[in-house]
Each structure stands twice: as structure tokens, then as C-alpha cells.
């Protein structure tokens, strides 16, 4: 059996235009038809579902929450997770340099792959059967992502809701170290120029102050239902 039928198998899905599917598993690298387009689909698709499951999930929740939500499950290397998980790293068509280079296992690829087949299955299958499928990959992850999130870091946390909203990633800026040298309070500031915001927060150490931070920009962004 190929690899491709034996992912089908996983997905229980079985296709009724091929062609989408074996261009959902095909890299631009490996030449004519790629998946790129699919996963344009895909990734608006997995937004949709995920975002209405999330909805109805967390029905007391605030749009920032949700939106943070969703980050965690949709970010890149969730995605890829998900597609190690179902094997596509053995499915993928990649052209010969970046199959040498060890792209078959790259997050990125993986992640653009997995959207691009739910981009090709939405086609094939329709809004309904793309959305049951969604939510059955997904289940244990949706049921699981309120501890998942909680777990964050604060500036984990601000990076991946950017990265999900196609933001530049912040900066953290030093502004300023007072007191003695061995008790000294670090002032650091969090900005963030597609948005034109920034927070400067306090701490004991740089470190600690650049999450405080990051802290407070996500109040900030969730306030002004910016996330």
C-alpha cells in the first residue's frame, strides 16, 4: 500500500478527486502543481473551525482569550505535531535538494502540508465533512488547551498570538538599571510596531522584567480587543 492511501486510511477519508490530495503532498520544490494554494484554504478553514469550536467551548470567555486559544492550536509546530502524528513526513513530494537538506521533517513544511490537505479535503468533501474531520484531529487538544495555555510563558504566549496574526514579533528594549549593582531593578520596555504599542515593565532582572512586560502588553491587547 503507498504512503499517500495509508494516510488516507488514517484520516478515513477516501477521496473522490485524487489529484487534489496528491497535490496537497506536493512541495513547490518538487515542481509543477504545489500545494500552496491548498493551504491558503486550509489555514482559513482550520481558523473557522477552530475559532467557532472555541466559541461555543469557552462560551463566558473574552475575544482575547479565545484568540490565544486558537493560537496555541493553529501555531506551526501544533500543526506539525499533528502531521508527524499522522505520518506525512513519510508522504510528503519534495525536490531532490530539499529533500537532502531534511525537509521532509521541517515544521514549516509540515505545517503548510497538514493545512494544504484540509484545503484539498474541504474541496473534495465539502464545508460539513471537512469540519467533522477538523474537529476529530483536534479533539484532545481542544479539550486539553486551557491548561496548554495557562502553562505559557507571558512572552511565549504574545509571540505566538503574533505569529498567528501574521505580526512582527516584539521587542524588548532595556530602558533603563537602577539601584547597587548586585540589587539592582531592570525597566524594560515591550514594543510592538505594527500595532504601535509599548509597555515598560519592571523586575529584579532583565529577564524577569521582559515577561512582566510582555505581561502587560497582552492585558493591553486584550482590553483594547486587539487579539
Do not use: W
Not at 484539498?120 to 471537512?130: E, M, V
Amino acid at each position: 500500500m503507498s504512503a499517500l492511501k495509508e494516510l488516507c486510511l488514517r484520516l478515513n477519508y477516501q477521496a473522490d478527486n485524487v489529484r487534489l490530495i496528491e497535490q496537497a503532498v506536493t512541495h513547490r520544490s518538487f515542481g509543477g502543481s504545489n500545494n500552496e494554494r491548498l493551504e491558503y484554504l486550509g489555514d482559513a478553514l482550520l481558523d473557522l473551525v477552530i475559532g467557532e469550536a472555541l466559541f461555543h467551548q469557552f462560551a463566558e470567555q473574552k475575544e482575547g482569550v479565545l484568540s490565544r486559544y486558537r493560537a496555541e492550536l493553529v501555531k506551526g509546530s501544533a500543526l506539525a505535531e499533528l502531521a508527524r502524528e499522522l505520518g506525512l513526513s513519510h508522504v510528503i513530494r519534495l525536490g531532490s535538494g530539499e529533500k537532502k537538506s531534511g525537509g521532509a521533517d521541517r515544521e514549516s513544511i509540515l505545517a503548510d502540508s497538514f493545512e494544504a490537505i484540509l484545503g484539498a479535503i474541504y474541496l473534495d468533501k465539502g464545508f460539513d465533512y471537512s469540519k467533522t474531520l477538523v474537529l476529530i484531529l483536534f479533539a484532545s487538544r481542544l479539550q486539553g488547551i486551557e491548561v496548554s495555555a495557562k502553562n505559557k510563558d507571558p512572552k511565549t504566549a504574545l509571540q505566538e498570538i503574533l505569529q498567528a496574526q501574521k505580526y512582527q514579533l516584539p521587542l524588548y528594549q532595556l530602558e533603563k538599571a537602577t539601584g547597587q549593582q548586585h540589587q539592582q531593578t531592570f525597566f524594560v520596555s515591550c514594543i510592538l510596531q505594527d500595532l504601535k504599542k509599548d509597555v515598560t515593565e519592571q523586575g529584579r532582572s532583565k529577564k524577569i522584567a521582559e515577561q512582566n512586560a510582555a505581561a502587560s502588553m497582552l492585558i493591553l491587547l486584550e482590553k483594547e480587543n486587539l487579539l
